[in-house]
């Protein structure tokens, strides 16, 4: 699926995980691990990743091999 990208975008929880294919409780574990995307915490307490360090950081991912 190809995803439509705007610059400044921001992901919701549920966005990288749909994106990803992951349940929310992965996401919550990757992130209390450190291994997780760059977050913004807003005010209400919601987080939002960008979509530029969401890409940042799964180019990172990436297996060399």
Do not use: H
């Amino acid at each position: 699926m190809a995803v439509a990208v705007r610059p400044g975008e921001k992901l919701t929880v549920d966005d990288v995980c749909d994106e990803l294919g992951i349940a929310r409780s992965t996401f919550y574990d990757w992130r209390q691990k450190g291994r997780g995307p760059r977050c913004i915490r807003l005010p209400n307490g919601s987080l939002r990743v960008r979509r530029s360090d969401f890409e940042n950081w799964l180019s990172g991912c990436e297996d060399a091999s």
